[in-house]
């Protein structure tokens, strides 16, 4: 966990040198789970045989216990395990991740190297099926479309199943549960009093336009907010604001442009405490 809060730390302290912005207001997440989601992996709709290797390799580590390892690393204080991609060449027998390395427990970069628990698994993924590991870092809206497009093998990237998604890829059985949590400043005491999602929503729904809350763009809490009939989110009045990363919109809500974020809730913490220890 402290190499992934170094990570973060280094995102954000960039941001925050950008921003020219002295801020030493606080990050709060409300602990309380506005959805409920799943995470699997996107295979490309020609290689059905990947899709076979795909899901017997996630009963695997399921069953032998080496996917709550992996877990352990992340959300337990354990020690990650970075991984190295190699070059693109056709010419050899590769498997070709399609990521986004802003996602942080689920991909980040420390270095040159990727870290986070889908990019473990791709590595193990690559070695089980004796190939050789390829990750293609892009934007996030841009991973399904790329398997899509067979210009990678596979998404791994914090994916939440949903029909669109289905559009460019099929999806592997489900590695992880993962649900959508609000982060506020902490002074802010709009939500201190609300303990259910309902209430939390209900709230959210009330806001009009002129409040602002960042997303991760493409990501699952951007359909929260601007709404999604495949996802059953009926979306917000307040303003959605896209960003590249959630780092980028917890900073860009403590400067005071704009008032929440919503995002992924593993990611939701590491970038908090990230973002607190930095103030």
Excluded: H, W
């Amino acid at each position: 966990m402290k190499k992934l809060l170094a990570a973060v730390l280094t995102a954000v302290l960039t941001v925050g040198l950008l921003a020219g912005c002295g801020s030493t207001k606080t990050a709060e997440v409300i602990e309380v789970d506005l959805t409920s989601e799943e995470y699997a992996f996107g295979v490309d709709k020609s290689q059905p045989e990947l899709l076979e290797q795909v899901n017997a390799f996630i009963a695997k580590i399921q069953e032998d216990g080496t996917l709550d390892e992996i877990f352990d690393k992340y959300f337990g204080g354990g020690e990650p395990t970075p991984v190295e991609s190699a070059a693109l060449d056709e010419s050899k027998d590769q498997l070709v991740v399609a990521t986004n390395a802003a996602f942080e427990p689920f991909e980040y970069m420390e270095g040159e190297n990727y870290v986070g628990i889908d990019m473990e698994i791709a590595a193990l993924l690559a070695e089980e099926l004796d190939q050789e590991l390829v990750i293609q870092n892009m934007d996030f809206d841009a991973v399904c479309l790329s398997v899509g497009q067979q210009k990678c093998d596979i998404a791994m990237a914090g994916l939440t199943v949903s029909e669109e998604r289905r559009e460019y890829v099929t999806f592997s059985d489900t590695y992880y549960q993962a649900s959508q949590r609000l982060i506020v400043p902490s002074d802010d005491t709009t939500f201190d009093d609300m303990t259910d999602a309902d209430s939390i929503a209900a709230a959210l729904a009330e806001l009009d336009s002129s409040v602002k809350i960042g997303v991760q763009q493409g990501t699952t809490g951007n359909s929260y907010v601007e709404g999604s009939e495949d996802l059953g989110f009926p979306g917000l009045e307040a303003a959605c604001q896209t960003y590249k990363s959630g780092s980028l919109a917890v900073q860009d809500m403590l400067n005071g442009n704009i008032d929440y974020v919503i995002i992924d809730a593993a990611p939701a913490a590491a970038i908090t405490e990230a973002i607190n220890e930095m103030q």
